[in-house]
């Protein structure tokens, strides 16, 4: 996840603290749950780090929360306009990822991203929270969750459990889809209670 200016990285570095002291997780054994070095963490926590994709979904697969609960999407108005030059950014081996909207209701969560499989690439993922939607706008995807593979042209859809391990293929040039992200309220950590902000981390 290459981040075009420091919000993100700001954002990602107060709600990490906050989630890993809701976990009652130690630098140490978030190290340890996630394979990213304690120092990376470190840095992450203080806004110095420069994350990647593979990193934020490691997180939330290790933390179980939303991706959006640890970027931290602002609410907004009642008209949304999100301009693709001023959204930044993530990327990942074989994906960037424009964050575009959180949408609520009630404690259910979907977030909505734009996504680009770069050409002749693939994107891993060991498995995060949530259901993943995926809707191919241009090109061909191929689709591997755990041992079932399925190719996808433009206007198809597939729709699977996050948590399986799954990866993303670019089968002949570049890939555009529309990627949703959805939570339960069961998995939701619920950052924004005011209770959590004094909160102390857990070191070591």
């Known amino acids: 996840m290459s981040v075009s200016d420091g919000s993100i990285r700001g954002m990602l570095a107060a709600n990490l603290r906050r989630a890993r002291t809701q976990r009652g997780l130690s630098l140490s054994e978030l190290s340890r749950r996630s394979k990213i070095g304690k120092a990376t963490l470190s840095q992450l926590e203080s806004g110095a780090g420069n994350p990647t994709i593979e990193t934020v979904f490691s997180l939330s697969r290790v933390l179980e929360v939303p991706i959006s609960d640890l970027l931290d999407t602002p609410p907004t108005g009642e008209l949304t306009v999100v301009r693709a030059a001023e959204t930044e950014v993530l990327s990942g081996e074989g994906v960037d990822l424009r964050p575009l909207q959180r949408i609520e ?4 969560v979907v977030e909505v991203f734009d996504q680009r499989v770069r050409a002749g690439c693939r994107q891993e993922s060991l ?5 993943e939607h995926t809707i191919v706008q241009a090109g061909r995807l191929g689709v591997r969750v755990e041992g079932e593979e399925v190719e996808l042209g433009p206007g198809d859809y597939v729709r699977f459990d996050a948590s399986r391990p799954h990866s993303y293929t670019a089968l002949d040039g570049e890939v555009r889809s529309v990627l949703l992200l959805q939570y339960g309220a069961e998995q939701r950590l619920h950052l924004s209670d005011p209770g959590l902000a004094g909160a102390r981390p857990v070191e070591g």
């Open 127 to 131: 498995g995060h929270v949530g259901t």
């Open 105 to 108: 209701s009630g404690d259910a």
